[in-house]
């Protein structure tokens, strides 16, 4: 998570529910990286920087333990938590390298939709790179069009939401649209990379019902 996100909209969410709505009792840092989509990279660059994994994680078990705030937790579970209902047809669309909404809340909020029922409802898109909506336009108007489409017909069309068919239907867009701005702030052309990806499950998913 971006440091913006980390600070500052931590510090108003805090604010509105009077209380940390987190914590970390409980929580088994070597178990949740074992499971964790990013496990082999982070044991790579450990090995490469020559540094102990097994120090850092032995440092993190001893580490003091955050309680929740009951009344803040109660804040967050009427107004922020995932009930899964849907009411409309619902097409969701991110980037795989994502450093602010991780690939794996998709899968979590997938879960939530599915157990409540509206999995009919709900399809999801996924684009091969990084950054936090690093979409083309191409890419944004491609997708539309398919939730488009589900809107008018009544039904998602499979075909139509393939990574071969949704890439295709971008670059007929034409180079005006499958642009991005790099690093640089610079307009580079940019083919569409919609992809067939299957997230990693959410480390510590918030089942609703459950609390």
């Given at each position: 998570m971006e440091i913006p996100a980390a600070f500052v909209v931590r510090a108003e969410l805090e604010a509105r529910?009077?209380?940390?709505?987190?914590?970390?009792?409980?929580?088994?840092?070597a178990t949740d990286l074992a499971r964790s989509a990013d496990a082999r990279e982070v044991r790579a660059l450990y090995r490469a920087s020559r540094l102990s994994l097994r120090a850092d994680l032995a440092a993190l078990a001893r580490a003091a333990r955050i309680s929740v705030d009951p009344r803040a937790l109660r804040y967050l579970a009427r107004n922020g938590s995932f009930t899964g209902r849907l009411n409309v047809p619902v097409l969701t669309m991110q980037t795989t390298g994502d450093p602010?909404?991780?690939?794996?809340?998709?899968?979590?909020?997938?879960?939530?939709?599915?157990?409540?029922?509206?999995?009919?409802?709900?399809?999801?898109?996924?684009?091969?790179?990084?950054?936090?909506?690093?979409?083309t336009p191409a890419e944004t108007i491609a997708a539309v069009q398919v939730l488009m489409r589900r809107l008018d017909s009544g039904r998602w069309d499979a075909a139509a939401l393939s990574p071969a068919a949704m890439n295709a239907a971008a670059t007929a867009l034409g180079p005006a649209y499958n642009i991005w701005v790099n690093a640089s702030n610079q307009l580079v052309p940019v083919p569409p990379a919609f992809v067939r990806y299957r997230p990693a499950p959410f480390l510590r998913p918030y089942n609703l019902p459950a609390r």
């Open positions: 529910a009077s209380g940390n709505p987190s914590w970390n009792t409980g929580v088994n840092y602010n909404v991780a690939p794996e809340e998709d899968q979590a909020y997938a879960s939530a939709v599915r157990r409540a029922g509206d999995g009919a409802l709900l399809r999801d898109t996924f684009v091969h790179r990084a950054g936090h909506c690093q979409f």
